[in-house]
């Protein structure tokens, strides 16, 4: 135990104003250390984090914290005595109007007004950077997400990793990471074979081959393959499907590549596996794990030691024919994403890809990396409902409902906060009448409408000549201002959490909250002068606080890639 001697004296507490859960957090460890220093208690006792959260019922206070819990005994005290040194220092700050003990040593905390009032202020100093930090700074991440094969038009589980993925690349950039969004386009392999052999089979009036690809969009993609190369189905067989698979990709990738931009998702980079194999990375990347002893031969064949990372067996990577496995190509893609610059490759992959999750990981160690700069994420399936009956198969793709089905049943912003406001390991029905409603139990429409309803109050505060400029934020002190205020207070510690879990769906659950304390607080606060009433200084806070609201909704709308309407 580290005593310090009987000259240490109090330590200084900071002052703080703008009192986010974060900096309470920071409030409460700096207030522990002093006063288990006055007692020559050890500090070393403290929890590295200190849990900050908000009571279910207010009247326990604005935030909660079980700290003294956590440290008393460590300490060498009752909890409830350390949570009464802590209530008494507490209240000497600025921050924290009282610090209650309850039960056997939770603290319950009401913060000063002045104190929650900065929250308001930092909200209107920072703007659209209001959240951000510089947590990630430093980290380079490449993150991939989509990658349907180019074979057909995305499918509804592509659509939506194009919107969580999107979403994810948003927010780890609010946190300073230098993203790269990336596509890898699967051109190589035996379903690119099947595919230029239906786009032949449709161009010269033939039924779908076994195993081929169906579906409308098949036929137009022949089509277009036919109409760019004159005389192309004179030419030999062999010719013919070698122009069909190369043209057919382009088409169907121009196409794919249309749809995300119009869904509002942008890839900066798109890798090839054709590219990989044809330039000879997968030939050298091999070669550089059969050097290191990282693969190993049996049974006529080159394996790669993939159950010493959690996979059920070792994986194949060359064939004892001597031609590569599909794992062979991720080997490749993987050195080409280090050799680029990635500190974290985080793969997006779809629900039957659960087993790739120890074969990349056994990648990365084959390589020498932590298994640790890999992370893959899992997507659970989605199925649309419509009058409580599944949405039947897309006209044009045959066989699924594809992205552009989606949207044209409820537009790009629907779609794209329904599908991110979920988590990715939850399977995922889609209520088309819900989504398509102007109703509150519409989760999108309910935080767009609070974000219309704050842009049209600025504009009637225009009209009316009141002004939120040098508000006197110490009058926001009734209920429902003091509940706006603390739910802003929490977006940015929701970025962090969302960051770091890899998790863009507490950005969304978070704007709910969010809209519903505004929509409390407007109907119970009025917020402009009626009648003859001259505009005073509680309508400029009031105002001041409606423009935070409006910020931060933007600002979180923003980062699922959705709009903030201005009138609805």
Known sequence: M??????????????????????????????AVDVLTERGLDTAVLPDTVTVERPRNPEHGDYATNLALRSAKKAGVAPAELAGWLATRLEDTDAIATAE???????????????????????LTAGEAYGH????????????????????????????????????????????????????VNDAGAQIDRFAESLLAAAEGRPVPENGYGGA?????????????????????????????????????????????????????????????????????????????????????????????????????????????????????????????????????GADHHGYIHRLKAVAAAFGDDPARVEVLIGQLVSLVRDGQPVKMSKRAGTIITLEDLVDAVGVDAARYTLA????????????????????????????????????????AADLGVSAESPDL??????????????????????SSAANLREPHRVARYLEELAGAYHRFYDTCRVLPQGDEVPGALHTARLALCSAARQVLANGLGLLGVSAPERM
């Open 2 to 31: 580290r005593c310090p001697g009987p000259e240490v004296g109090r330590a200084p507490v900071p002052r703080i104003s703008g009192v986010t859960p974060a900096a309470l957090a920071d409030l409460l460890h700096a207030v």
């Open 133 to 184: 930090t510089d947590a990630l700074t430093g980290w380079a991440i490449n993150l991939e997400f989509v990658s349907a094969n180019p074979t057909g038009p995305i499918h509804l589980g592509g659509t939506r990793w194009a919107a969580v993925g999107d979403a994810l690349g948003r927010v780890l950039a609010s946190q300073g990471a230098a993203v790269t969004r990336e596509y890898y």
């Open 217 to 349: 969009y098949i036929a137009e993609v022949a089509q277009k393959v036919v109409t760019a190369s004159e005389g192309l189905l004179d030419q030999p067989e062999a010719e013919k499907l070698a122009a069909f698979k190369r043209l057919g990709v382009e088409a169907m990738l121009e196409e794919m590549r249309a749809s995300l931009e119009s869904f509002g998702t942008h890839f900066d980079v798109w890798s090839s596996e054709q590219a990989l194999h044809s330039s000879g990375a997968v030939e050298r990347s091999v070669q550089e794990l059969k050097d290191g002893d990282a693969l190993y031969f049996a049974d006529g064949a080159w394996w790669l030691r993939s159950s010493d990372h959690g996979d059920d067996k070792d994986r194949v990577v060359i064939k004892s024919d001597g031609s590569p496995a599909y794992i062979a190509g991720d080997i490749a893609y993987y050195r080409d994403k280090r050799a680029r610059g990635a500190d974290l490759a985080i793969y997006m992959l």
């Open 474 to 495: 110490a009058l926001l002190t009734h209920p429902r201002e003091g509940d706006l205020i603390r739910t802003l207070g929490e977006f940015p510690r929701v970025l």
């Open 101 to 123: 003990v309850a039960g056997p040593g939770f603290l319950n905390l009401r913060l000063a007004a002045d104190a929650q009032a900065g929250i308001v202020d930092a909200v």
């Open 421 to 460: 406001r979920s988590s990715v390991d939850q399977v995922l029905e889609i209520d088309l009448d819900l989504i398509s409603s102007r109703t509150n139990e519409n989760p999108v429409f309910y935080v767009q409408y609070a974000h219309a309803r704050l842009a049209s109050l600025a504009r009637n």
